[in-house]
């Protein structure tokens, strides 16, 4: 899914504009979205209800593995890996080529959903 174009879901506020930032910033990426608290799109790289029904599912499968709500998922896999990042109500999900570095992928989720949590409430 590389260079897709970004859809953004109306009203979203700056979930497009943060979702190009992530994009901007880590070149391994393929495709992402960004989720509200309610796990509405606010914005992602395509098909906007698939990201949110295929984030819904593994995160569900996260939290009832661990019994509690995770704040972060890394799986890897031969053809790529998913990142999801919780934070400050908002959700980002990321996938991207084999070999991404974890701790900067977090690092740049981490910081896009904190400048958009910060938007969305005038902060």
């Not at 260079?3 to 901007?24: I, Q, R, W, Y």
Request: net charge negative.
């Amino acid at each position: 899914m590389p260079d897709a174009a970004t859809t953004e879901v109306p009203a979203a506020d700056s979930g497009g504009a943060a979702l190009a930032f992530l994009t901007e910033m880590s070149p391994d990426l393929r495709g992402a979205a960004i989720l509200a608290a309610d796990g509405s799109v606010l914005a992602a790289a395509a098909d906007s209800k698939r990201w949110g029904e295929d984030a819904a599912a593994l995160l569900a499968v996260a939290d009832a593995a661990e019994g509690t709500a995770v704040e972060q998922v890394h799986v890897a896999t031969e053809q790529g890996e998913v990142f999801v990042l919780r934070h400050e109500g908002l959700t980002a999900v990321a996938v991207t080529e084999r070999f991404a570095l974890a701790s900067l992928m977090f690092f740049d989720m981490r910081a896009t959903l904190r400048d958009l949590a910060r938007a969305r409430t005038g902060g």
